[in-house]
């Protein structure tokens, strides 16, 4: 049983998407119900919030370092004392990941060694 209600879409967002799945060469490579199979998976898992937020960081205008800085300021105004790490991700260097602070937060302090 899923724990997060389906995705509840537009009519033409729906329609769009669906056709997207559903196009000829997609049906063609399985079959129908394979396509709308991988449809509501799609819309199962659209219904899932993150487990992190990611910000790009424009080196030409701020290093990653201030921009890591003013993030961890405005974290620490909004969330009154809780600690959310910023760090950076280890392959893409401008590049910062904040973990969201939930059900898998324990997951990702363990890929990104956080204790």
């Given at each position: 049983m899923p724990v997060f209600p389906k995705m509840s879409l537009r009519p033409e967002v729906e329609n769009y998407l669906k056709e997207s799945f559903m196009n000829e060469e997609v049906v063609s490579a399985s079959n129908r119900q394979?396509?709308?199979?991988?449809?509501?998976?799609?819309?199962?898992r659209l219904s899932h919030p993150p487990s992190f937020t990611t910000v790009r960081v424009n080196t030409h205008l701020?290093?990653?370092q201030h921009v890591k800085n003013?993030?961890?300021?405005e974290l620490?105004?909004?969330?009154?004392?809780?600690?959310?790490?910023?760090?950076?991700h280890p392959d893409l260097q401008d590049?910062?990941?904040?973990?969201?602070?939930?059900?898998?937060?324990?997951?990702w302090r363990c890929h990104f060694c956080i204790f």
């Open positions: 394979e396509a709308e199979r991988k449809f509501e998976t799609l819309l199962s701020a290093s990653v003013l993030l961890l300021d620490q105004k909004q969330f009154n004392g809780l600690s959310v790490p910023v760090l950076q590049v910062l990941v904040i973990p969201v602070i939930g059900p898998s937060y324990e997951s």
